[in-house]
């Protein structure tokens, strides 16, 4: 069974940096890993602005079926997870009034995000150390990329979900991933 690791937090802290090179750091042990990156970018880069909440539902699919696609490594890595539409879904609508149509998506994102969240085995939050720069891609100032991060985090607190902050540079967050996953070659092999 794949065993699915989510790398969390907000614009341009470093996520998709660190799942290059968790996934190159875990190829060169031996491991049978995929990796799946955060496909709103992508979204975002084709569409551009998301505008309602309902495309949070096409980026809830657009993930799950890139993180269906790794079903065949022992190992998936991504950048995102498919509970994260939820919280940007919930974000969005801030506490502006909300149509019966907005409740009724916010409650179905909820119910894919709470039947998703088990499937995750790790699951890893990375605090914006780095400054933030913008892209030409997302909408999120700095001061509004720190508001994702509390969503992010105010949700795995809300919801219990066990998670680990790692800090560091790209390689030390890499290695203390490996390590809090408990996983070496020799382990892995002689399993």
Request: proline share 0%; hydrophobic share 25%; net charge positive.
């Given at each position: 069974m794949t065993k699915r690791i989510a790398i969390l937090g907000g614009p341009r802290?470093?996520?998709t940096t660190l799942i290059q090179q968790l996934y190159v750091d875990?190829?060169?042990m031996g491991f049978s890993v995929g990796c799946a990156t955060e496909y709103s970018t992508e979204y975002l880069r084709d569409k551009g602005m998301?505008?309602?909440i309902a495309e949070q539902y096409g980026i809830y699919?657009?993930?799950a079926l890139r993180e269906e696609q790794l079903n065949c490594y022992d190992y998936a890595i991504t950048d995102y997870a498919t509970f994260v539409p939820y919280i940007y879904g919930r974000f969005m609508l801030?506490?502006?009034k909300r149509s019966e149509k907005e409740i009724e998506i916010l409650k179905d994102l909820y119910c894919l995000a709470i039947k998703d969240l088990p499937k995750y085995e790790y699951i890893f939050y990375v605090p914006r150390e780095f400054g933030?720069?913008?892209d030409e891609v997302r909408w999120q100032d700095e001061e509004m990329a720190k508001?994702?991060?509390d969503a992010i985090l105010s949700f795995l607190d809300a919801e219990n979900v066990p998670y680990k902050i790692i800090k560091g540079n790209t390689k030390e967050r890499s290695k203390k991933i490996i390590e809090e996953m408990g996983i070496n070659y020799l382990?892995?092999?002689e399993a």
């Open positions: 802290c470093g996520k875990m190829k060169i998301i505008e309602s699919l657009g993930q801030g506490s502006k933030y720069e913008q508001k994702v991060d382990v892995e092999k």
